[in-house]
């Protein structure tokens, strides 16, 4: 069996199966918790319910009074009486759940307020890999549909089972007292709903599933290919039909499902409305015998009573047996949730992490070896030293592993084996706060938020006044760019920054950088080529910090790896060559190869 029938053919099954949520104590007492802070509001909502619920029963038990003493009596004023309390007591029962909806969603938005901010706070602790394996659209829909799910549960399905539940208790009782016979008789007809329940339970159980999962992914197809960088892809290839083909399989299958959706829940109504027509027939029929052959008692009001209460029976009755699957659907999304909230973190600050007092920039590699996964080594035996104040430049073939070096310095990844020390301390002991407060990065793919120059600017450091921002905007060469813009520092940079050049978003980042003044500069040097002018602009900005400050760069560029004190050259994953320019010139190896293919002609050198 190929891969694809075995996705097709047994994948919902075992899907349904793996989903199925367990419904365990824990489980149980974790969603509790999260209700438990608003115990008081929550106690006062079932109280209202409960009054709310016993009141809607009230005008079923005065249909009785009203058809023996003021109908069949002809007493008109009892008749006007009898029918003010109903309309009276209907109203005072719609307003009393008017607060308790107000309470409810006061309650159930500030739950999902605590877990929609408990769950943020967990994405932003995650670690750069789960951010590079997971889709974006999933992460979102966690963020986004679960939460608003978890708020219907709360508001919706917790408190329908409460009223439902007391209204078939106060129902109950009031028909039993009435006539226990008759009750008897249309309580029968009730357990008759749960036959076909069952079955339609399951069925909308596992549609409500794929649903779920279609709807996940029409979010990624949508994250993705109208993000503006898939969006470029897809007009570079002239995707276009294959993307919309895609899509439109995807929306068809999610027609095929709601369609069946609505089936599933269709003839389960029909069967329900059948059973419900024959509750009431069967007690005027035994209703009708009783009070003609048995019971003179018995009066029309008392049957009229029996079958209007039996007929408020049958909403709470289907509402509830529907919950069913609502409750395992929302235990189903607590436990996703949760088993979000418990993704474990893979580079994690330790809880005794040291915070040194102070770091002059030297960061050693000694013997680092490092694998994104099992499959292949990325750096093999990695040792070299970054003096305080000086620069290394890195250079090597494409994928030799440059920037994975930086990663690890970052603490991106933790080391598979080796160590990183910053001045003596292991990374891996060290304040992860510390470690990024004192690196700065400029990467070649600019990152810049949709807001203005200034915001983007101020990210770096909020502290920082016009005039340091106009300074590091000078020493980065962009201040006069900024300035000849009709709303300077003001104006806003667009989606990623994309109604600024590339060079342009190179320099906001070097100025982004020079702001916060880190101890450590790292410099990914873009590959891209850009014209000389921009490219020179870009050199003379970051010439004085690779000379003032503790430096690495990933250098492309002659003249970056000539202001370099060391340069090491990599290739696959292990240092092969280092040394200064002449000297490694003079070994004619990769360094050499490198020099003569791209160096050299990178740039004139004077
Ligand atoms: P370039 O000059 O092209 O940027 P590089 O020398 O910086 O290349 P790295 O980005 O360090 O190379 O990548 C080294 C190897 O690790 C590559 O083969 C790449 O495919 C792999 N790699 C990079 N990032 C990841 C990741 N997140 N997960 C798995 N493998 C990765």
Known sequence: MSVRQGRRGSFLTEEEKANSPKITKSLLKRIASYLKPFIKQLSLIVLIIGISSSLKILPSLLTGKIIDDGLIKRDLDTLIFLIGLSVGVTLLGNLI????????????????????????????????????????????????????GVKQVISGTFTSILSNVITLIV????????????????????????????????????????????????????NETLSVSGQLLVKLFNRHDYEINKYEKTNKKMISLHLKQSLAGRWFRVLISTFSSIGPMLIYLVGGILMMQVDSTLTVGDITVLVTLLSRMYQPVNSLLNTQVEVIRSMALFSRIFGYLDMQVEVENKIDAIVPKSFSGNIRFENVSFAYD????????????????????????????????????????????????????????????????????????????????????????????????????????????????PEKYNSVVGNRGLKLSGGEKQRLSIARVLLKDPTVVIFDEATSSLDSIAENLIQEAIAPMIQEKTSIVIA?????????????????????????????????????????TQFKTSEKVD
């Open 97 to 148: 759940g008017l607060v308790e909806s107000y309470l409810n969603t006061w309650v159930s938005e500030n739950i999902t307020f605590n877990m929609r901010n408990q769950m943020y706070r967990k994405l932003q602790s995650m670690s750069h890999r789960f951010f590079t394996t997971n889709n974006q659209g999933d992460i979102i829909t966690r963020m986004t549909s679960d939460i608003s």
């Open 374 to 485: 099992e499959s292949r080594n990325i750096l093999d035996n990695v040792t070299f030293e970054l003096k305080s104040g000086k620069s290394v430049a890195i250079v090597g073939p494409s994928g030799a592993g440059k920037s994975t070096i930086i990663n690890l310095i970052l603490r991106l990844y933790d080391t598979t084996s080796g160590s990183i020390l910053f001045e003596e301390n292991n990374v891996r002991d060290l304040d992860l706060k510390f470690i990024r407060d004192h690196i700065g990065l400029v990467t070649q793919d600019t990152y810049l938020f949709n807001s203005t120059i200034l915001d983007n600017l101020l990210y770096a450091n909020s502290k920082a006044t016009m005039e340091m921002i106009v300074d590091a905007c000078k020493k980065a060469n962009i201040h006069d760019f900024i300035e000849s813009l």
């Open 556 to 596: 492309h560029r002659l003249s970056t790896i000539l202001a370099a004190d060391e340069i090491l050259v990599i290739e696959k994953g292990r240092i092969v060559e280092r040394g200064q320019h002449l000297e490694l010139l003079q070994k004619d190896g990769l360094y050499t190869q490198l020099y003569e």
């Open 171 to 222: 129902a109950s009782v009031a028909m039993f007292q009435k006539n226990w016979i008759l009750a008897l008789v249309g309580l029968v007809i009730v357990p008759l709903f749960a036959i076909p329940t069952r079955s339609a339970g399951k069925t909308r159980w596992t549609l409500t599933n794929e649903v779920q999962k279609t709807s996940d992914e029409i979010n990624g197809i949508l």
